[in-house]
């Protein structure tokens, strides 16, 4: 059951989707040579904090930290630790959300650490993120679910690969619902799977978490003896960008984007929703 949130409920969600866009930027600041990814999650700790905000990783089913600190090889989950140095020429995916009176937001981005990056792992955050974005496009009234899985996988398959060969689109995991709680139905593949069907129609007070996760190479993951952290099974890097949305009588809000989604929105053709917080 798909679970429809009012313009009230939204914009509280919109609230906790702000701490969440102002871990994003003080993570990111934090994301140099040096810094290990348990300094990131203390770093996540505090913004917390500071907002009255609770996390809603920490202890989510056992999960040991605050945020997700993901580097190279690592797809998602990677767990915070005094042992994971970053390094310059490093990439690193953080997932993090955060709770506001019961409402949940989650987000993801991929950062470069330090300088020197290979051409084409600029290119494949740069798809990653773009595919994300064709997938918030596509939250329109009237389309289905699939239509979503449709535009975050038509764009990364119009990209050419440098080198050649394609992109690997992870196949274990996806978007979800969230609301209430972080992890809710609809699941949503970021690919179409014609087995599952339609999937549920797109109606005012519908949220998704739209997350791609693309690697250079393989669409199969692994999960380390930790439980958590998943790695591509051929050792190649991947990157993980992640927005929650909300599909409202105006059009699309991003709740865990700064403006909203409005800039970006703009530059393909479509007006985001007004910002219930102004």
Known sequence: MVQIKSPEQIAKMREAGLVVAAIHAATREAAVPGATTRDLDQVARKVLAE????????GYGGFPATICTSVNEVVVHGIPSDGVVLKDGDVISIDCGAIIDGWHGDAAYTAFVGSGHAPELVELSRVTEESMWAGIAAMKQGNRLVDVSRAIETYIRRQPKPGGGKYGIIEDYGGHGIGTEMHMDPHLLNYVDRRRGKGPKLVPGFCLAIEPMVSLGTPKTEVLEDDWTVITTDGTWSSH???????????????????????KLAELGITAAPDPLG
């Open 241 to 263: 960008w992640e927005h929650s949305v909300a599909l409202t009588e105006e059009g699309p809000l991003v709740l865990t984007s700064p403006d909203a989604g409005k800039a």
């Open 51 to 58: 907002h009255n905000a609770k996390p809603n990783f920490l």
